[in-house]
């Protein structure tokens, strides 16, 4: 509305300069007219009056309107008698005052328009101004208020530029806080095999004989674990983990990662059940890839019962492949499903042996390739994982 306004105030003023030009044209052209008018009557009657015999020859070269000076002519008369065109210049107030008049009311409104537009981009100039000064001294409130002017669209950038900062300043702050929460986190996983290590180590000092070979040995084991999982979120975080990009089938993949996993499976009493359906690819890296759904699988094993099983399915759609793995427990807490796959986060019926990694893993690779995941209960009882891979 503010721009519409100012559009219509400039058409204004361009209106009433053109009208006053116009005007005063008008006047000009009258005037000189009428003075040119005057001017030769004044000569013609004085001619007749001192040479009556005249008339007829003025009224001759009247109508012959041969009175203005051709290039023809070698020499003004007036010129020769030392006349000049100062000399007969007779402005009086029939002219002048309309004039200046006309000139002052031009001139006022041209005046009165360009002081109101400086005033104007003055103040908004002030306010942005202030608005970043607000900012910059962590004063409260983003917003500003909406104007549609010559400053509009830099008003515009400064609130998304503003906007970034913000956005930037908050990831920034969360990204500390998690940084410290992992450090307390990675701090807690590896106090407990170290613990256990140094309490092995003790125990054997006092009892020379006993064996806790086998004890530390596990404890390293896990530190070991631990350690490489470590590595791989500092990598994935760093972005200098390396994705290959290659058809991989979908069946094959849920084969080599359940036949990776087959002594563990035999060992809980579980078994599982991939049903082929044609052949689907997507492009993953079949490694890193095969690592994500081996984590998964392993969840829905370690959270159903005995004498159960883990069933896998896959179908493409025009947008995505999806790929679901789902078991016959008693499925998610429903307090616990927003944080499964926080990092270091382990649930009530969490493995002994777990560190609260492997879920966060597997999301971090499946997002890195184009692909979602996420986690619900079935109607029917059981947990299930839901991974789509959408199309390129």
């Given at each position: 509305?503010n721009?519409?306004?100012?559009?219509?105030?400039?058409?204004?003023?361009?209106?009433?300069?053109?009208l006053?030009?116009?005007l005063?044209?008008?006047?000009?052209?009258?005037y000189?007219?009428?003075?040119?008018?005057?001017?030769?009557?004044?000569?013609?009657?004085?001619?007749?009056e001192?040479?009556?015999?005249s008339?007829?020859?003025?009224?001759?070269?009247?109508?012959s309107?041969?009175?203005?000076p051709?290039?023809?002519?070698?020499?003004?008369?007036?010129?020769?008698?030392g006349?000049?065109?100062?000399?007969?210049?007779?402005?009086?107030?029939?002219?002048?005052?309309?004039?200046?008049?006309?000139?002052?009311?031009?001139?006022?409104?041209?005046?009165?328009?360009?002081?109101?537009r400086?005033k104007?981009?003055?103040a908004?100039?002030?306010?942005?101004?202030?608005?970043?000064?607000?900012?910059?001294?962590g004063g409260?409130?983003?917003?500003?208020a909406?104007?549609?002017?010559?400053?509009?669209?830099?008003q515009?950038?400064?609130?998304?530029?503003?906007?970034t900062l913000?956005?930037?300043r908050?990831?920034?702050w969360?990204e500390?806080?998690?940084?410290a929460?992992?450090?307390?986190?990675?701090?807690?996983?590896?106090k407990?095999?170290?613990?256990a290590?140094?309490?092995?180590?003790?125990?054997?000092?006092e009892h020379?004989?006993?064996?806790y070979?086998e004890?530390?040995?596990?404890?390293?084991?896990?530190l070991?674990?631990?350690e490489?999982?470590?590595?791989?979120?500092?990598?994935?975080?760093?972005g200098?983990l390396?994705?290959k990009?290659?058809?991989?089938?979908?069946?094959?993949?849920l084969?080599?990662?359940?036949?990776?996993?087959?002594?563990l499976?035999?060992?809980?009493?579980?078994?599982i059940?991939?049903?082929?359906?044609?052949?689907?690819?997507i492009?993953?890296?079949?490694d890193?890839?095969?690592?994500?759904i081996?984590?998964?699988?392993?969840?829905?094993?370690?959270?159903?019962?005995?004498?159960?099983?883990?069933?896998?399915?896959?179908?493409?759609?025009?947008?995505y492949?999806?790929?679901?793995i789902?078991d016959?427990?008693?499925?998610?807490?429903?307090?616990?499903?927003?944080h499964l796959?926080?990092?270091?986060?382990?649930?009530?019926?969490?493995?002994?042996?777990?560190?609260g990694?492997?879920?966060?893993?597997?999301?971090?690779?499946?997002?890195?390739q184009?692909?979602i995941?996420?986690?619900?209960?079935?109607?029917e009882?059981?947990?299930?994982?839901?991974?789509?891979?959408?199309?390129?």
């Amino acid at each position: 509305m503010n721009g519409k306004k100012n559009r219509l105030m400039i058409l204004f003023v361009l209106s009433v300069s053109l009208l006053t030009a116009s005007l005063v044209t008008v006047l000009l052209t009258y005037y000189y007219c009428n003075m040119q008018f005057q001017s030769l009557d004044g000569f013609c009657g004085e001619i007749i009056e001192q040479y009556p015999d005249s008339k007829q020859t003025v009224l001759k070269i009247l109508k012959s309107k041969k009175l203005c000076p051709t290039a023809d002519t070698d020499e003004s008369v007036l010129l020769s008698f030392g006349y000049k065109p100062s000399d007969f210049w007779d402005i009086n107030g029939q002219i002048l005052v309309p004039a200046s008049v006309v000139f002052l009311l031009g001139g006022s409104l041209f005046l009165f328009t360009f002081a109101h537009r400086h005033k104007k981009s003055a103040a908004r100039i002030d306010g942005l101004t202030n608005y970043l000064e607000k900012v910059n001294t962590g004063g409260q409130g983003l917003l500003l208020a909406a104007e549609e002017d010559e400053f509009s669209r830099l008003q515009d950038e400064i609130y998304k530029t503003i906007t970034t900062l913000y956005q930037t300043r908050d990831a920034a702050w969360e990204e500390k806080r998690n940084y410290a929460d992992n450090l307390s986190n990675i701090a807690h996983q590896l106090k407990t095999p170290i613990t256990a290590i140094s309490l092995s180590v003790q125990m054997m000092k006092e009892h020379p004989a006993s064996d806790y070979s086998e004890q530390i040995r596990r404890q390293l084991g896990r530190l070991t674990h631990l350690e490489e999982a470590l590595l791989l979120l500092s990598r994935i975080d760093a972005g200098t983990l390396v994705m290959k990009q290659t058809a991989v089938d979908v069946f094959t993949l849920l084969a080599l990662a359940s036949d990776n996993l087959q002594e563990l499976f035999i060992q809980n009493g579980v078994s599982i059940d991939i049903p082929e359906a044609g052949e689907i690819e997507i492009i993953a890296d079949l490694d890193w890839t095969m690592e994500a759904i081996m984590n998964l699988m392993k969840n829905c094993m370690e959270h159903t019962k005995t004498g159960t099983m883990v069933h896998c399915s896959y179908e493409r759609t025009p947008l995505y492949v999806q790929v679901r793995i789902w078991d016959e427990g008693h499925g998610f807490a429903k307090e616990e499903l927003p944080h499964l796959f926080e990092r270091f986060y382990r649930g009530k019926n969490g493995g002994a042996g777990g560190i609260g990694i492997g879920l966060s893993l597997s999301k971090a690779i499946i997002e890195m390739q184009n692909g979602i995941i996420r986690a619900f209960n079935l109607h029917e009882g059981g947990a299930c994982f839901e991974i789509r891979f959408y199309t390129l």
